[in-house]
């Protein structure tokens, strides 16, 4: 179907210079078909993946029937997550702009109901809010549903797989018999259907398909990984290609708590995101992927809806989507404003045939890779290195310091390649070699190749984390954290894996650690 102009629509001359103004001049095919349907009046099943302009779809339409001078609730908009709705209110905010007298009000769990029940008393003719929390207001008689002759259920897929549908058809009895009901959502599986025939009259169907369903910008792969060595793969990868941002899917809520807290364990900066988390640990986690503190963030599909972050360099499909067109919202976070981005899926077995379905769904290649080696991601590190040298020289007055190197140089046997060697290889994380003479049998230890599996005296019993074990062994032995390999706790023991070349250096300077103020004792794991 051809496309639009906004221009070529009845609307008002308010709501056509709100959408100048955001920089729309044609709509979206999604538009193009929808605005006229929903303006007429007629009750609307639209069917559309995330990133089609579906807000303005529903939003320019309902703001053209918006009565700005009577204040009461005319429309109610349903939003899975908080993201979203605040997402939505925004788009809408920005339509209505010059539209005087009218007022958007997102309401949500994780905020206070009190405010919110006050802004409500201002009245508020467009509402969009997370079903449990419309569902609250109406109960308590804040939002009246008297005026409201249109509501939409917007994401209605992700709203029902997230527990909803009771919440949805409790507001749906609230609503006057005569009015307009407009569901979008991504998919169509049966509840979706069952809803619509309930609760809608001669239902216009809209289906806008992307025909460019992924960004031609982003490099897409897969490893074969079985699953107890995904971690390991994860963390090579993120040492290979050192991506500035990364988001991580995992397909469950308890698998994002597990990697992030292994990840954490590792010394990688990673935490994550589901909806059983509280709001106000969701909003700390964002901010701090934004801010760039955090740079790994892992997350499930539902709590992924709303991030909008333009640096996320690379995506890893942890676990495979459990739908196609999960891949495409996955996948289309990296790869924004012009930048290359990739993504990586980990696959085993039969998921290689639901790999292919992808494929064929997205119309794109998604090419095996090999995993990066060890002596990879140490070569590409020493890349990396010697990259910042080059533009430090480039760009710095090296001066003094060419001078106390010459200094060295003429006081000692050193050469100046010496200096230059022992420098790149502190840069790199490699340490001195064990000057105690104890010799460690580091054979058979159960560990990866090119690591050493050791043993700790103490465990969870004793109140220790992860990130402790790492502490102390980053702090003791000078090795950089993000070396240190899997943490296996247990009650009263764990075992962690360092890279082979630091395992003299590492049990040598846990003689006399302590972890948590407690002495422990170290060991190659085979000697226990």
Do not use: W
Not at 85 to 108: C, F, N, T, W
């Amino acid at each position: 179907m051809e496309t639009i102009r906004f221009d070529e629509l009845e609307l008002y001359p308010q709501i056509l210079r709100g959408i100048k103004e955001m920089g729309f001049e044609e709509a979206t095919p999604i538009q193009s078909k929808a605005i006229p349907v929903v303006l007429s009046g007629a009750d609307v099943i639209g069917q559309a993946q995330t990133g089609t302009g579906k807000t303005a779809a529903f939003g320019v339409p309902v703001l053209q029937k918006v009565d700005p001078s009577n204040k009461k609730t005319q429309v109610i908009i349903l939003s899975p997550t908080r993201e979203l709705a605040i997402q939505v209110a925004d788009e809408l905010r920005k339509l209505s702009k010059y539209m005087h007298g009218v007022k958007v009000l997102p309401v949500y769990g994780g905020q206070e109901i009190t405010k919110q029940i006050r802004s409500l008393k201002g009245g508020a003719q467009i509402i969009i809010g997370t079903p449990g929390r419309v569902m609250d207001h109406l109960r308590r008689k804040t939002i009246r549903c008297d005026y409201v002759d249109t509501i939409v259920l917007d994401e209605a897929d992700e709203m029902l797989n997230m527990g909803f549908r009771e919440d949805i058809e409790t507001i749906l009895e609230y609503i006057p018999q005569e009015r307009q009901t407009i569901l979008f959502s991504a998919t169509m599986p049966k509840p979706i259907l069952d809803i619509t025939k309930k609760y809608q009259h001669d239902a216009v169907t809209i289906k806008v398909v992307k025909k460019e369903l992924t960004v031609p910008s982003i490099d897409q792969y897969y490893y074969d990984v079985k699953r107890r060595d995904k971690v390991d793969v994860l963390t090579r990868l993120l040492d290979y290609y050192d991506p500035k941002l990364s988001l991580v899917f995992c397909n469950t809520k308890r698998m994002v708590d597990e990697l992030a807290q292994e990840l954490q364990g590792r010394g990688y900066f990673a935490e994550g995101l589901h909806g059983d988390m509280k709001q106000s640990q969701r909003d700390r986690v964002m901010k701090s992927f934004r801010n760039g503190k955090t740079d790994i963030l892992i997350a499930t599909d539902v709590a992924a809806r709303g991030i909008d972050v333009d640096d996320v360099e690379a995506v890893f499909n942890y676990d495979i989507p459990q739908d196609d067109e999960y891949y495409v919202h996955r996948i289309g976070r990296t790869g924004r404003a012009g930048r290359c981005g990739r993504a990586f899926t980990f696959v085993k077995g039969k998921e290689v045939y639901k790999l292919k379905d992808i494929q064929r769904y997205c119309k794109t290649k998604i090419l095996a890779q090999p995993i990066p080696s060890s002596d990879d991601v140490a070569q590409i590190k020493a890349e990396k290195v010697m990259e910042k040298i080059a533009n430090i020289i480039e760009e710095e007055d090296l001066r003094e310091m060419i001078d106390i190197i010459d200094r060295q140089v003429n006081e000692s046997d050193y050469t100046a390649m010496d200096i230059a060697a022992a420098f790149l290889k502190q840069a790199l994380g490699a340490g001195v070699e064990s000057d105690t003479g104890a010799e460690y049998d580091f054979e058979n230890t159960g560990a990866e190749e090119g690591m050493v599996r050791l043993f700790i005296n103490i465990g969870k019993k004793q109140n220790v984390k992860p990130g402790d074990v790492l502490g102390a062994i980053a702090g003791e032995s000078g090795m950089p954290g993000k070396l240190v390999g899997a943490i296996d706790m247990f009650d009263k023991y764990t075992f962690v894996e360092v890279p082979r070349e630091y395992g003299h250096e590492v049990l040598d300077a846990m003689k006399n650690a302590k972890i948590k103020g407690k002495s422990v004792s170290v060991e190659p794991a085979n000697q226990k």
